[in-house]
């Protein structure tokens, strides 16, 4: 969560603030190899996964430039993706959204 009126890049404050006191996790497989490298913890990169299952294979095959970075909803047939997981994710049949879903204090 960054304010967008402020370059600054966050990552770097946090770790010089949390690291070695807390676990650091970054989310999205964009710079995961550079995050690890820079002291996170750990990454997520589920949502990747789900989109392209040969995610980590292509990266260590060094085929980066074939990973498919948005879901093709043509496609979502052959990811065995499970019908509850598509319903979170897609929105009238056309995009891929996040929703958000209201949690019980």
């Known amino acids: 969560m960054r304010d967008k009126t402020n370059p600054t890049q966050q990552l770097p404050v946090f770790l010089q603030r949390y690291q070695g006191k807390i676990p650091l996790i970054g989310v999205g497989p964009k710079d995961a190899l550079k995050g690890l490298e820079n002291g996170l913890s750990l ?3 589920g949502r990747q996964l789900i989109i392209d299952p040969q995610w980590l294979t292509k990266v260590v095959t060094g085929e980066e430039k074939t990973i498919n970075e948005a879901l093709n909803l043509a496609n979502i047939s052959g990811l065995s993706i499970a019908q509850p997981l598509i319903d979170l994710f897609v929105e009238n049949g056309q ?4 929703n958000i879903i209201n949690i019980p204090k």
Request: charged share 15%; aromatic share 14%; proline share 0%.
């Open 43 to 45: 990454v997520a990169i």
């Open 95 to 98: 995009s891929w959204k996040i």
